[in-house]
Each structure stands twice: as C-alpha cells, then as structure tokens.
C-alpha cells in the first residue's frame, strides 16, 4: 500500500440505502468518505419496492425524489388495501393526495439504490464499485481488504454489508442469521389485471407473513412474498411457498390472469429482523439489514436502514470533531435508533405471534376497514409502515373500530357469515376484484 495512500474519517462497506445514506450525511459534514460497494450500478436488491414516508423525507432532503419524480420512476400508492386470511378484504378506491395519509411509493431498487449512492458521490464520497470486502482488522485505525486486492485505511468504519453481514459477524458483534426471506418477481404492464397501487394479502399458509401487489409508473407490477418469523414455513423453503401455494391463490391467480408476462424468475433475498442488541464498537458502527433493524411484523427494512444511518452519520461526526471514537461513546447510536424506531420492535414480534395464533384478527382489519373507510386504513397504514408506533392500534380510534368488528365476527359466527357496509365481500374474491381490478 502507497504510504500517500488516503486514510478516511469514515470507510462504509455496503452501498445500499443504509451504507450511502450514512456516506451522504456524512460527506455533506466535510468528512472523508470511501463507500465500498461489491457489484457495479445499476445493481438489484431482490426484495420488495414500497418506500415508506420516513424513506421519502430524506429521499427529499438529499434531492432524489425530485429527480425521480421528474424521471417518472414514482408511483404513488394512493389506493390499495389489504385482504385477510378468511378472504375479506377492503381496497380503496384512488383518490388522489389526502391529508393525512401516509406517504408510500413503488421506486425500483435498481434504480433507487444507484441514485442514492450518487448523491452522496455529489457530496464528495467516494464510492468505489466492485470492491467486494474480504476483511476488516483495526489496530488504531481501520483497514478494509477488498477480494480484488485494494485496501481502504479508515478512522471508522461502517458494516452495511447486509442480512448476512459478513464483517459484523466476523467482529462479535452480530451472533445471529438471518431469519426470514422476501421475495419479488416484475410482471409487464398490460399483461395483467391489476389496476390498484398496492394491495397486501395475508393468506394462512404464510402468516404472519403475507403476498403484496405494488404497481410501479410504467404499468409493470411487483409480486412479492415475506415469510417472517413465527409462522408455519421457514425462510429456507420459500422457494417452494412460491411455486406451491403462492401460484395456486386464487387472488394472486385474479391478478396475474392467463396473459401474465413475468419479466424475470422470482429472486429471494434474505432478511434479519427485529434489531440487534449490540450494533457499535470501538470505532466501527452496524446499519440496516446488518444490524437488523427491520420491523418484525412487516418486513420492512428500507426507511428504518435509512434513518439510522443519518443517526449513525450525526454521532460518528460527534466522534471525530471530538476525537474519541470509544465504545462509551458510540453507543449513544445504538440508544438513538433505539428511540426512533427499536422500541416498535417487540411490539412488532408479538402482535406476529398474536396473528400466527389467531389470524382472524385480521379479519377485524378488513370489516374496520369496510365500515370506516380510507381515515380507518390511514391509520392501519401509518402503524403498518413506521409513520406511527404499534402501540396506535391501542389507541380509542383503532382499538374501538377493531374491537366492534371482532364482537360481529362473535355474533355472524365467523368471517363467511359477515355481509356487512358496501365493500363488504359476500363471494371470496368479490372485493378484491371489483376493487383491484377495476
């Protein structure tokens, strides 16, 4: 290695949302920035395409969803609802911007990712593509071997090298696998029969997993499947789920139709849900699928990877203006993120548990839904994508509604009997396809 060769305030391996979240941040301080990424952009993440508001507001603040937006890679996700495992369901009908609502969008990763990898580039990171990490060794400073023989020297470092975390494991730091899988395969617009922005099935054979439907601008459709923890198959036999019971449902087989055209075989990847207990060490930081922090009950790993890397850019930067980049010291991250978004976590696993064991609480969900209409799913939504906590669904404005539904279910003897408000579905399938399918 050169002795003029640079040494960085900050080496982040892994350029996906979290990696080149921390990388901006980070570089628009005025630190010094190499941001290692193993493949070369545009790359795919084979897992689902929804970003959720706490995603979009920093998409904002960094100056990408405007260019997105202006590139036509948005798709809105203004109406779309949920069908329960007994086959009720709700789906909003589009009608436009709300107050109120919760802000999600369909944004390919392939496209996404590499946007947000060159804004921090356009902030004076670094990024160097195919620079695969071998291995990371510390000895007052960090140096990071790449497969391809380059080496990186850091103050700090960063592993966003994913569910698999080869660095963080390597460290101590992360003891654990990952322990559940999504999957996601494109279908080309116009071959199929989905008019809706986004729809969640949570069919028995995968709860408290489920199906999800997202449409993206040009017409084309992501089908996608999450087996999380608790529930009948593991992430391993996804594959099968997917040949077996996902393309035998009678909602998915409504949707793609007999003319559906995918655009590619159906890819997997894996996932570490609920948050790791440790997540920082002397000088070296865990973000985003590495550390776990995707919500057990959703699978949804994009916003909370995203926030906690601006959380982890604040306190390196803290660290570096002072000089102490001591364990004491970094661990003000891990109670940061913690505070953002950890502490739904537990909520998160146990209301899986709870669905695992009786999913016609789900059930309550869609009759709600079909009673109150868009303000009862705004809520739904809001809790369901991070917006607000778990504990909103103890609130009176969601407990009440639930509570009054479960009590009918009671009373109709069960969700077959229930016939009730104007979306209500009498048929399996009614709804979802009036609704979905225009």
């Given at each position: 290695m050169s002795s003029n060769a640079p040494v960085y305030d900050v080496v982040i391996a892994g350029a996906g949302p979290a990696g080149a979240t921390a990388a901006y941040f980070l570089a628009r301080a005025g630190k010094r920035v190499a941001l290692l990424e193993k493949a070369t952009f545009p790359r795919d993440k084979r897992c689902g395409d929804a970003w959720c508001a706490p995603a979009l507001d920093l998409l904002e603040e960094m100056g990408v969803l405007d260019e997105l937006e202006a590139d036509g890679e948005v798709q809105w996700v203004r109406s779309g609802g949920l069908v329960s495992p007994s086959g009720l369901s709700f789906v909003s009908p589009d009608e436009g911007k709300r107050d109120g609502a919760p802000r999600?969008?369909?944004i390919r990763r392939r496209v996404c990712d590499e946007r947000i990898a060159r804004a921090a580039e356009g902030q004076g990171a670094e990024l160097f593509e195919e620079a695969a990490v071998r291995d990371a060794t510390f000895r007052d400073r960090w140096t990071v071997r790449c497969k391809d023989g380059r080496r990186f020297t850091g103050r700090c470092l960063i592993a966003a090298d994913g569910a698999k975390s080869k660095i963080a494991r390597a460290l101590g730091l992360v003891t654990t696998g990952a322990?559940?899988?999504a999957s996601r395969q494109y279908i080309k617009g116009g071959t199929h029969n989905f008019t809706s922005d986004g729809v969640l099935l949570y069919p028995k054979y995968v709860i408290p997993g489920y199906v999800a439907f997202f449409r993206h601008s040009n017409g084309d459709i992501d089908l996608g499947c999450y087996v999380l923890p608790g529930g009948?198959?593991?992430?391993?036999?996804?594959?099968e789920l997917l040949r077996t019971e996902v393309s035998r449902d009678p909602f998915v087989k409504e949707v793609l139709g007999d003319q559906a055209e995918p655009l590619e075989p159906p890819g997997i990847s894996p996932l570490r849900l609920g948050g790791e207990?440790?997540?920082y060490g002397e000088a070296v930081l865990v973000v985003g699928d590495a550390a776990g922090q995707t919500d057990p009950l959703t699978g949804e790993g994009i916003h909370t990877a995203m926030v906690a890397a601006k959380?982890?850019?604040?306190v390196l930067c803290d660290a570096l203006d002072r000089g102490?980049?001591?364990e004491k010291v970094l661990a003000e991250y891990q109670r940061a993120w913690m505070r953002a978004f950890g502490?739904?976590?537990p909520l998160s696993a146990a209301a899986g548990r709870i669905i695992r064991r009786y999913p016609t609480l789900l059930d309550t969900a869609a009759i709600a839904a079909q009673r109150h209409g868009s303000r009862f799913m705004d809520e739904f939504g809001a809790a369901m994508t991070g917006v607000k906590p778990k504990s909103v669904f103890l609130s009176p404005r969601m407990s009440v509604p639930l509570g009054l539904a479960l009590l009918r279910l009671g009373f109709g003897k069960g969700p077959a009997s229930y016939e009730a408000g104007p979306r209500a579905e009498r048929r399996r399938g009614f709804t979802f396809v009036e609704n979905a399918l225009g």
């Open positions: 999600v969008a369909a322990n559940s899988a009948k198959v593991p992430p391993a036999q996804l594959k207990k440790r997540t959380i982890a850019a604040r102490d980049l001591s502490r739904d976590f």
